[in-house]
């Protein structure tokens, strides 16, 4: 299914994610206004439906529609919507999945002129009927549950999704897609992807969660007046500019740029404790990163305490980035912050204790340093845990939880908000999407580039662009969600559809960061021209 999109109608560069508790809070106090909010959910999802039938099917008279009907008031969304459909010529049928489907929703149905049909949940003949009647449907809508949802579709409703689950149709989900957990996106049993998701009143959080996007399509948010009602949302989704190999405004309105006289300081000048004889290329590309994403200098250290003449992976850096100082961890200059642990493979390597255990400045920590800084929490003795930010991907995580010895989790963002807890640390996890979470509570995912990022080096380039934005004073829970969406769209001007490597990403880093400041809306963020982001308090990103 293709990546989650929502209509332009929804402002802001971030899309805010409720909890279904919340928004079912939001609901009932919005109800208890008086409005009739099944009716305006209602009007909004025939509205879409038929734009989409006009799309894909050329119009609505004609045209053949199946609800696919839960017991809830999900399923009288959709049968209050059927009725609709129904009243501007389409063909509507509605399958009730449950042993009991809203009344006037029925009703209604009925009243248009529509076709109700209970297929039995024991009869072979039936469930066969039905799933004839979907697959050779213009359009479905699934209204089997929304966020009244506790676990795997069961029943009928469960039977005919497996059948139909792969059909080609058009398919808008109700709410959300069926079987699609409102909270953390998990998928439990057949779920039919949808090309739209009409969601009511505010976007449910595992909507935008990365194991729930890809089955929600383009995602329209109705509004139904519940702001007043809702509380902070349970978290953010990044915004591109509009396709994948596009930034978004996020990045125009908080990318630190110097002014007219800064010096290198201003600038920031990020040290690279990364690579060994073992990993030269993880400083290459953690270092040509971050030279293209604006830091004003990079001190490169070797692993050690070797002199810059005797270093074998120096010259292959100062080849990449001629204007960087190798200088040994005993000598090093004044950097503001640091990026320590790509292709990094000794476990006691003094240049992670050093950054760890002894230095100030904020520090990315990846790859061959997240496990020390593990230890050293459960040691007590990592250093000032809220200047760090840990990139670990799902397998580091693991491992990194194993040795906090934290509870098993079954999804990767609950063991991160773990891992965030009890270090203190902002956690930004590798995967598909990357999800971002700080010790304040905010999550932010980032839609990830494409899958021929999963490759070697791909962190260590992400790395160099995360310690490019500390060093500038950027706050770690904002870097990480800036460099994020930054590699990922750069990953996806790397591929244009085909394989990339690693290197192709870092070079790709300073266009997308000059696209998006060129793209920067004036009077928004930073004054033009301006200052740079100077330790910004990253409560909010
Ligand atoms: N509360 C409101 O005022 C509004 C609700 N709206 C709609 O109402 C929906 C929520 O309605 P409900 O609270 O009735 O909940 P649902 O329609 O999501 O369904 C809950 C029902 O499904 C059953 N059920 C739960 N999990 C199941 C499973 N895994 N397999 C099979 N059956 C299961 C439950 O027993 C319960 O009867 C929203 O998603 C939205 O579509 C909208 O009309 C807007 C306003
Ligand atoms: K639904």
């Not at 529609?65 to 009288?76: C, M, Q, R, T």
């Not at 139909?164 to 079987?179: E, F, I, Q, T």
């Not at 990022?453 to 934005?469: M, N, Y």
Request: net charge negative; glycine share 14%; proline share 7%.
């Amino acid at each position: 299914m293709s990546t989650l999109t929502w209509t332009p109608d929804a402002p802001g560069e971030l899309l805010p994610g409720w909890r279904a508790a919340d928004v079912a809070a939001a609901d009932a106090a919005r109800l208890a206004t008086g409005v009739d909010l099944m009716a305006v959910a209602a009007h909004a999802l025939a509205g879409r439906c038929a734009a989409l039938l006009r799309e894909r099917a050329g119009g609505v008279s004609g045209r053949a529609v199946v609800l696919l009907v839960g017991p809830g008031n999900n399923g009288g969304d959709a049968l209050l919507a059927g009725a609709s459909l129904r009243r501007r010529g389409a063909g509507v049928t509605a399958l009730l999945l449950a042993d009991r489907a809203h009344e006037g929703g029925v009703a209604g149905l009925r009243a248009a002129g529509g076709r109700v049909i209970r297929p039995h949940p024991d009869d072979e003949a039936d469930l066969h009927h039905a799933a004839d009647l979907v697959r050779d449907a213009d359009l479905v809508v699934d209204g089997v549950l929304g966020i009244g949802a506790r676990g795997a579709v069961r029943g009928a409703a469960h039977d005919l999704l497996e059948r139909v689950a792969l059909r080609g149709g058009a398919v808008v989900a109700c709410d959300l897609p069926s079987g699609l957990d409102p909270d953390t996106g998990a998928l439990s049993g057949p779920v039919l992807p949808a090309d739209v998701t009409v969601t009511f009143g505010a976007a449910k959080a595992g909507l935008l969660l990365p194991r729930g996007r890809h089955v929600v399509g383009e995602l329209v948010v109705v509004d139904l007046g519940l702001e007043e009602h809702l509380p902070d949302p349970a978290l953010h989704l990044v915004r591109d500019g509009g396709a994948p190999d596009l930034p978004g405004p996020h990045v125009a309105v908080r990318w630190p740029r110097p002014w007219r006289d800064a010096d290198k300081y201003a600038r920031g000048v990020l040290g690279v404790a990364a690579g060994d004889d073992r990993y030269p290329g993880a400083a290459v590309l953690a270092c040509s990163a971050a030279a293209a994403s604006g830091v004003g200098m990079v001190r490169y250290v070797p692993a050690d305490g070797r002199a810059a003449a005797v270093d074998p992976v120096g010259p292959l850096v100062l080849r990449a980035v001629p204007e960087l100082l190798v200088q040994p961890l005993a000598d090093v200059g004044r950097v503001q912050a640091w990026v320590v642990g790509p292709g990094v493979s000794e476990p006691d390597d003094p240049r992670v204790r050093h950054v760890l255990e002894e230095a100030d400045e904020p520090a990315v920590v990846d790859a061959g340093a997240l496990q020390a800084a593990a230890r050293l929490t459960r040691e007590g003795t990592l250093r000032r845990p809220d200047r760090l930010l840990l990139t670990p991907h799902r397998g580091e995580l693991e491992r990194v939880a194993g040795v906090l010895g934290l509870e098993r989790r079954e999804d990767a963002v609950d063991t991160a908000r773990d891992v965030v807890a009890r270090t203190g640390a902002v956690v930004l996890l590798k995967g598909a999407d990357t999800v971002v979470l700080t010790p304040e509570g905010r999550t932010t995912v980032v839609p990830g580039g494409p899958p021929w990022l999963a490759t070697a080096g791909a962190g260590d380039v992400l790395a160099g662009v995360a310690g490019a934005l500390l060093a500038a004073g950027t706050a770690p829970g904002r870097a990480a969600t800036l460099a994020a969406h930054v590699h990922a769209v750069a990953a996806h001007r790397a591929s244009r559809g085909g394989p990339l490597h690693a290197a192709l990403v870092a070079d790709e880093v300073r266009g997308v960061v000059a696209d998006a400041l060129g793209a920067r809306v004036p009077g928004e963020g930073l004054a033009s021209g301006g200052a740079p982001v100077l330790w910004d308090d990253g409560a909010r990103d």
